[in-house]
């Protein structure tokens, strides 16, 4: 089949097609002629199976046979997801002039204010940065969307949005296109039928194999002891780079600090990368992504921020540092990698207190690890030099001023939950007090360690 075939407009084919997309995915095929129908849809397909261009390519079709701003509003749940999604719509869109804004947290709110109040055709937004838009200024307004698109739905539904999605709810008309789309879905499908109105065309990719992972992904474990982890971590890398000297790795670690701290031993041990976290500031976390991307940086740590939706087609390997709680994460993590019908691999680090959680993973993916050997010995050579770059890194981070973001986002929270400031100083105090008090914990056990 090709993208013709779809009833979408000779513009657009043309335009994917001096973008080197001639084909539509399996979920371009089926949602596309349903949306251009008018339909409400529900689309679930794994990671890289093209699901941003099976909502976009409609609603620019739809937008240039009546274009107004603003047109189509698409949310996300992470802000490097929403300049992705953006990015994909101006690559379609610019022979018509498209104009679109991106709205997420960590810009300039005034800057932000302005681009909505020109009325773009487009705003892809996550939804704490639009709902405060909504609740702090009247000079745009929503009550003329054509089109909802909820892309990553499982997470945005999953309750950690439910009081931004309600202020934004209701701020959007009540006749409008409902599009929601992810990798996971399942879990949300209950939900997602209470906001959908009209007729709702559901499509979820069927594999026979019940393999919740692409086939081209090369899936491993490591096991090692937990307080010699980082060392199996470099192993892990150099054995991989034995073989591959150039291909790009991501590897994904639970927490902002956790990931701050790895990014700063890696780098002083000869691994240069680049960190990509919450605590980062998003000018630095574009930069940081865009060094990735273009391949001058071959090593990108993060947290699971990163781990949805982000298409960067030269990523071969995932290690998995801390393995996550969840078996969706997993999913979403591992599918960085083994994109568009290529290979790649992923390696998780598991320790004797993860074995229930590596399970519980096999059965949800329906395949089951394998082994990745690494040379035992060497962890031995290389565990004091890593414990000393990681020490070092942990007395520089207590030195700037990293925690100071944290502490600024919950007085935030706090003062929004109706906390009198006495209180909140005494709470935030308190916190501090807990901080210092455990750092100089593990400083004492470090010191037993050493004698």
């Not at 990671?47 to 099976?54: F, I, M, R, W």
């Not at 307004?141 to 309750?159: N, P, Q, T």
Request: some cysteine; proline content about 3%.
């Amino acid at each position: 089949m090709t993208l013709s075939e779809l009833n979408l407009s000779s513009w657009i084919v043309t335009q994917c097609n001096s973008m080197g997309l001639k084909k539509p995915t399996e979920i371009q095929q089926n949602c596309i002629p349903q949306i251009l129908a008018g339909n409400d849809c529900i689309g679930c397909a794994k990671t890289g199976s093209g699901k941003t261009l099976a909502f976009a390519l409609p609603i620019l079709q739809k937008l240039s046979e009546d274009p107004y701003g603003i047109f189509a509003l698409i949310l996300t749940p992470t802000r490097e997801l929403a300049f992705q999604i953006a990015d994909q719509f101006s690559a379609v869109g610019k022979s018509i002039g498209l104009k679109k804004c991106v709205i997420v947290g960590g810009m300039d709110m005034v800057v932000q204010g302005l681009e909505l109040s020109k009325h773009p055709h487009i705003v892809v937004a996550t939804p704490g940065r639009l709902a405060d838009h909504l609740e702090s200024c009247n000079t745009f307004s929503l009550k003329k969307i054509k089109f909802l698109v909820l892309d990553e739905a499982d997470r945005l539904l999953g309750g950690h949005f439910d009081d931004q999605l309600k202020t934004i709810f209701t701020a959007l008309p009540k006749q409008k296109q409902i599009l929601l789309f992810s990798a996971t879905m399942t879990d949300a499908l209950d939900k997602v039928k209470h906001i959908t109105s009209g007729k709702v065309f559901m499509w979820e990719s069927k594999d026979e194999s019940g393999i919740a992972t692409v086939k081209e992904l090369d899936q491993r474990y490591v096991l090692c002891p937990n307080d010699v982890r980082d060392s199996f971590l470099v192993e892990v890398i150099r054995t991989f780079r034995a073989t591959n000297k150039e291909g790009s790795i991501m590897i994904f670690t639970n927490t902002c600090k956790n990931c701050q701290l790895l990014s700063m031993t890696l780098n002083d041990i000869g691994f240069k990368n680049v960190a990509l976290h919450a605590m980062i500031k998003q000018r630095s976390r574009l930069e940081a992504l865009s060094q990735f991307k273009s391949n001058h940086v071959k090593i990108l740590i993060a947290t699971d921020v990163a781990a949805r939706g982000l298409d960067i087609p030269m990523v071969e390997l995932v290690v998995n540092h801390i393995i996550p709680n969840v078996q969706k994460e997993y999913i979403h993590r591992v599918g960085r990698t083994a994109r568009a019908g290529k290979g790649g691999m992923a390696i998780s680090l598991i320790t004797p207190y993860d074995i229930k959680l590596l399970h519980a993973i096999e059965d949800a993916i329906g395949t089951k690890l394998t082994e990745y050997k690494v040379n035992d010995k060497e962890i031995v050579t290389i565990f004091t030099q890593i414990s000393v770059a990681k020490r070092e890194a942990e007395m520089k981070l207590d030195e700037t001023d990293f925690y100071e973001k944290k502490i600024i986002n919950k007085r935030k929270k706090l003062i929004l939950e109706g906390k009198d400031p006495d209180e909140i100083d005494e709470i935030l105090e308190k916190k501090k007090s807990k901080t210092k008090k455990k750092k100089r914990q593990n400083a004492e056990s470090a010191r037993d360690t050493d004698v």
